[in-house]
């Protein structure tokens, strides 16, 4: 047996740490790999999916001191009693989207943190993502501008109504949950278009649902239980 003493395979000591320049520790790049890593084992597959959560610097779009907490695959608070998306939920969405290939135009309704949106940003070619709390929204925009997501336009506004203007959409996600699937986005929704939103009543009996336009009418698939926040009328 060939002995290799640990100074021989350990990381030298003092070399510079490339990694320095995306965070250290907890929110350095190889915390990333390893959400990557535990997201392939919970059966995402898309690549261009793990490449954006791989390239997504998640500890920007939550307080500073729950950084440290970004990248376990869990949702986390942001203010205004709203969460973060768990990034399982985040990357299954995404992954669910672009199963007919990539959207070019992709509305979404909640921009809470801006993270969904940021994923999407790095994956298709337009974001149009709408927030009914003013302080989120700003906050998003902020982190937005920072990241240089010039593909990412937000509002403030009630997304019960959509974004007609710039309608109709290739793709929609809605990130907070109806009691029933609002009437505006799925006439906002383009012919072949798809959305994913979870509808329910309360947050431990709602299901993710895939609705996709056909010549035809919609189509509706139930994909698995999930908890998200209520979708609420009216902005703040
Ligand atoms: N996609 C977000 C998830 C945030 S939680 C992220 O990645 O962080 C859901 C968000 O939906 C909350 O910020 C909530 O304020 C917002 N929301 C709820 N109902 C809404 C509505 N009718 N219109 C727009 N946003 C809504």
Redesign the pocket.
Known sequence: MVYISRFQTGQPVMAINPMLKQGVGMTSQRTRDRLVERLKEKGIRHPEVLRAIRETPRHL?VDEALSHRAYEDDALP?S?G????QPYI?ARMTEVLLEDGIPDKVL??????????AILAAIVPRVFS????RA?LVQAKQRFRQLKLNNIMAKH????WGWSQSAPFDAIIV??APEVVPQELLDQLAEGGRMVIPVGKGRDIQELQYIKRTPEGFETRTLEAVS??????GKV
Request: charged residues 10%; hydrophobic residues 40%.
């Open positions: 779009f942001i205004n709203q969460t973060i998306s985040v979404e309704i909640g921009t809470g943190s801006g993270y969904q949106a709408v927030e009914r709390i989120l506004s009630d997304g019960s990130t907070a998200f926040v209520p979708f609420c009328a």
